[in-house]
């Protein structure tokens, strides 16, 4: 899971031990792929109004690249969407099923199996002028300080990434695995929930749930890790 | 499980009493060694501890306690006259001693199982293997669970 | 219907030993640890995990607290004959899973 030699950005899989890497890179010990399994089955259910799975309107093959491009455009919107968000909002418009909540093993699986559909592909954030602002907004939250205890998320991530804080690796924080299990949820868990961690942690008040300003950090992190390797499900202490 | 029945209804009643007082990140009586020798002591009675054969993987430094990869491994002919029957796999600290016990047959071939477990604190794990013979090996490890250091709230 | 995830080869031969892994999704949830009331979240664990080749018993863990959620078991086994290898979970709440994969052995 190197990168190519010049390159001095390391995915969090590269500051665990071994192992742990070895959990995340065997498909029948990697929790992950449990939700991937539920993701796969999710897929081929029939839902909604118009009972249709979202193998009806879907190839397989057409999800390959999808998450390592997210977050997009929506559709019909003016704002970002990010993976999740896209899947929530096809359940209710084009599906007609009833809403699943964010963050719900029905969400997160259906991410999960989408998401392994390009394990090994470089992430490669579209090249859409309307995401622009919203990459300036994610890096401007990237670097400001907040919270009581007043860090940004550049001090900890880009100044010190490598140095230990309270025995733990600090990772430079590239969203290469997501969705992913992580050990701490003891569960699959989304970029948005690792954020809020992240905010809580430097005793920030996390965002609003539904707020955009998440999707454009994923879109300032995603542009950050650019080429990097996509390998959710990741797994990550 | 040795002592199941008994371990519940103790914990059924320490934990009544928990609710009562203010909360504690993990609930702090049955952690100590005396514990877990305790438990060893059912599992192999008066007989003799010997010394190798086992090995007992774990990593050194554990970046989460939730999932703490584990292996053990029994050197055995695995023969009819001669294999591993059982492997006991015991803790210090956490709220009770037990981790695991594994049952083995010649039909096994290797004696070795892997798995992941819980550590809520830096401490002493021991494994146990029991022979057909009546005999029992051990090995132990010391390890240092670091704790996360962005912790999420429950909220 | 709770997730399962199984690696057995599909085939070997007679007298080879293999290695069998298993994972299940399940919550593990210990009985130690307070909810967000401050109450105890009561215990609902895995309690025994089992294997059996074409019926016969081959493997048995009982499982504490201290076993991870979504556990994960490795062990082996001499491949004896072709057939059934089953995998079979109890625990607390009336939990009971099974899940078999076949074998061809030559």
Partial sequence: ?237 | MPGTTKERTTRRTFIAGVALVSVLPFAPARATPEAMAAAIKEVVGDNAIREGRVTLDLPPLIENGNAVPLAVSVESPMTEADHIKAIHVFNEKNPQPHVFDARLSPRNGKAVVATRIKLGDSQKIVAIAETSKGEFFSASADVIVTLAACLEDLT | ?106
């Avoid at chain 1, 109004?49 to 997210?70: F, L, P, T």
């Avoid at chain 1, 007609?96 to 909540?101: I, N, Y």
């Avoid at chain 1, 929930?193 to 996390?206: P, Q, Y």
């Avoid at chain 3, 025994?48 to 009982?62: K, L, P, Q, V």
């Fill in chain 3, 1 to 106: 219907m709770t997730q399962v995830l199984i690696n057995a080869p599909k085939t070997a031969k007679k007298g080879e030993v293999i290695e069998l892994k298993a994972l299940i999704l399940h919550v593990m949830e210990t009985g130690f640890r307070p909810g967000t009331s401050g109450r105890i979240i009561p215990r609902n664990i895995i309690e025994r995990f089992t294997a059996s080749w074409n019926g016969a018993e081959i493997f048995r863990m009982d499982f504490s607290p201290a076993i991870s959620a979504n556990p994960f078991v490795s062990f082996f086994a001499v491949a004896s004959e072709s057939g059934k290898i089953s995998f079979r979970w109890t625990g607390d709440e009336g939990f009971a899973v099974e899940e078999s994969v076949a074998i061809d052995v030559a």
């Fill in chain 1, 1 to 237: 899971m190197a990168q190519a030699g010049a390159d001095k950005r390391r995915s969090g899989y590269q500051d665990m031990g071994a192992a742990l890497q070895k959990m995340q890179d065997d498909d029948t010990a990697n929790p992950g792929m449990l939700f991937v399994q539920l993701g796969q089955q999710l897929w081929a259910k029939p839902a909604g109004g118009n009972n249709k799975a979202c193998g009806d309107c879907h190839s397989i093959g057409d999800m390959k690249g999808v998450a390592a491009r997210y977050p997009a455009m929506s559709k019909d919107g003016d704002k970002p969407i990010d993976l999740e968000g896209r899947i929530r909002l096809c359940r209710t418009a084009n599906q007609q099923a009833e809403p699943l909540a964010p963050e719900s093993r029905e969400v997160l699986s259906l991410a999960a199996f989408v998401a392994n559909q390009s394990r090994g592909l470089p992430i490669a954030p579209p090249a859409d002028p309307r995401l622009a602002p919203f990459r300036e907004q994610g890096e401007a939250i990237y670097r400001r300080r907040q919270g009581q205890l007043n860090l940004s998320c550049a001090i900890c991530h880009d100044d010190n990434a490598g140095k230990k804080l309270a025995g733990v690796t600090i990772p430079q924080a590239h969203p290469t695995g997501y969705p992913l299990y992580r050990l701490e949820w003891q569960v699959l868990g989304s970029l948005k929930r690792r954020l809020r961690n992240c905010l809580i942690g430097i005793r920030a008040e996390a965002y609003p749930y539904d707020a955009v300003a998440y999707v454009a950090l994923e879109i300032y992190l995603m542009d950050r890790a650019r080429g990097m390797v996509f390998e959710s499900p990741g797994v990550r202490p």
